[in-house]
């Protein structure tokens, strides 16, 4: 059906069909207006040479001339090829013919019934009309349009004319102007309707783009519209920009929604591995008393001593491992000072030295801030050492440390390799390695410590610098 086709299609038709209509419905109102224009005026001037040749036929009538009067009908078809009445017949009193301008059809003394069928029905019509007004005497079927004009002076009448007109000179000459209005409808048309087909399609093409746009929403985040397509303020911009709002919105909650489930995932991921490592420390931590006495009061032999030593550290990192799975910040813990930012700026510069790292530490901190200074200092020296690592020989490290009145912000910084979009998506992941350094555990030690701290932690990668940002908010709750 055509309501069922697409806007593309169904616009222009709808624009074609109404111009057609239009230019139909002003044609026809201007061929009838035309039509009657024609008709009238050739009834005008008919009449008015009726007239006129009747006053000068009235002599040629009294005197009985009929040469004369023979000269004055002939006279309008001498000086013009396009005269409008067909032929003048000159009446006497008995209704014969006097004289007519064109004798052969018409002869002298002849009855005007003998004339033929329309002029039978003519004499008639003259029989039953007032011989002092003009007749005049039109019908549908009749091949002739007929005037007759009372010949007479000082109510002295001494006969009729009449004028005869072929309806057919009327109707051709209306085919010339039906001709013509064709032919300016036709040109109307032709620079209408490709007018009307451009600008249907222009209009739909804007609408059409933002279907399609729609229409992926349901496969994830859906592409933005460019605003130069329809720069423009009407109704379809106005749905460009609800559209962009939307887009925005989506974007929007489809991060939100990516970092809910992250959060769920590192929460569930926390509880499980806090649950492992607390059923792992007490056996763990009888393994180790059992390993120190035997190492103390075993046998001397130096195999007995390699094996348990070789038993002891590899304890010893199961006990490390372990205690890094169960961080907390929230512990008893005294405020953050600039001597703690000096302390770990100490303690990672060896780091930074053995690799040829150069290290940026700018640190705006004058005074203590409300914030537990352990897991802070944890997190920074994680975070330094990590962008070291990254760095390699002869690169640069930068930590920017600034605090607020609402919240402390803490940004490092290194130019080493970037991170791809699979690495960030888990990067705060337990055991999820960036390199082959570590045990993948530094981040998310830092993820917790952040977490606890009701704040945010984020990293940023672009091309082979990439930054991690951490938001820590500053509030009596957050003094631990």
């Not at 984020?458 to 610098?465: C, F, M, Q, Y």
Request: hydrophobic share 45%; glycine share 6%; charged share 20%.
């Amino acid at each position: 059906m055509l309501f069922n086709l697409s806007l593309r299609i169904k616009l222009p038709l709808l624009g074609a069909a109404l111009i057609l209509v239009t230019a139909l419905a002003l044609s026809t109102s201007f061929l009838y207006q035309t039509w009657e224009a024609v008709r009238r005026d050739t009834f005008k001037n008919l009449n008015d040479l009726g007239q006129t040749m009747s006053r000068a036929l009235f002599p040629a009538l009294l005197h009985d001339d009929i040469w004369r009067a023979y000269e004055t009908v002939s006279l309008p078809f001498k000086d013009s090829e396009s005269a409008q009445a067909e032929s003048l017949i000159v009446l006497d009193a008995k209704r014969r013919v006097f004289a007519s301008s064109h004798p052969e059809k018409h002869p002298v003394l002849s009855e005007l019934a003998s004339l033929g069928a329309d002029f039978a029905t003519l004499d008639r019509d003259i029989a039953a009309h007032p011989e002092d007004q003009i007749l005049t005497v039109e019908r549908d079927s009749a091949t002739h349009l007929f005037i007759v004009i009372p010949i007479e002076s000082d109510t002295i009448r001494l006969g009729s004319l009449i004028v005869s007109y072929d309806n057919a000179w009327i109707r051709q000459r209306f085919i010339e102007f039906i001709e013509r209005a064709a032919w300016i409808t036709l040109l109307i048309l032709a620079v209408l309707l490709p007018i009307n087909w451009y600008w249907g399609r222009r209009m739909v093409a804007p609408l059409q783009e933002v279907t399609d746009r729609l229409s992926q929403i349901s496969g994830g985040e859906p592409p933005p519209l460019d605003p130069k397509l329809y720069p423009y303020n009407d109704e379809v911009g106005a749905l460009y920009l609800a559209y962009g709002q939307l887009v925005e919105e989506m974007k929007e909650k489809i991060v939100l929604k990516r970092e809910v489930v992250k959060h769920e995932r590192m929460a569930a991921v926390g509880r499980l591995t806090a649950s492992i490592a607390h059923e792992i420390n007490n056996p763990l931590g009888g393994l180790l008393n059992a390993v120190s006495t035997l190492k103390r009061y075993g046998s001397a032999d130096p195999l007995n001593q390699k094996t348990i030593s070789l038993l002891e550290r590899g304890l010893t990192q199961i006990k490390e491992t372990v205690a890094a799975l169960l961080v907390e910040a929230k512990i008893t813990s005294r405020q953050l000072t600039p001597h703690d930012l000096e302390d770990v700026r100490v303690l990672v510069s060896p780091g930074a030295h053995a690799q040829n790292t150069r290290l940026l530490w700018k640190t705006a901190l004058s005074a203590a801030v409300p914030l537990p200074s352990t897991p802070i200092r944890q997190l920074l020296i994680n975070l330094t050492l990590n962008a070291i690592q990254a760095a390699g020989n002869d690169g640069q490290v930068e930590v920017n440390l600034h605090a607020g009145e609402t919240e402390l912000q803490i940004v490092v910084e290194n130019d080493g390799e970037g991170l791809s979009p699979a690495v960030r998506e888990r990067l705060f992941e337990p055991f999820a390695q960036v390199s082959e350094h570590g045990n993948g555990l530094g981040l998310w030690v830092c993820y917790q410590i952040v977490t606890q701290l009701d704040g945010s932690i984020r990293a940023e990668s672009a091309g082979p610098l990439t930054r991690f940002v951490v938001t820590l908010p500053l509030s009596e709750s957050s003094e631990r």
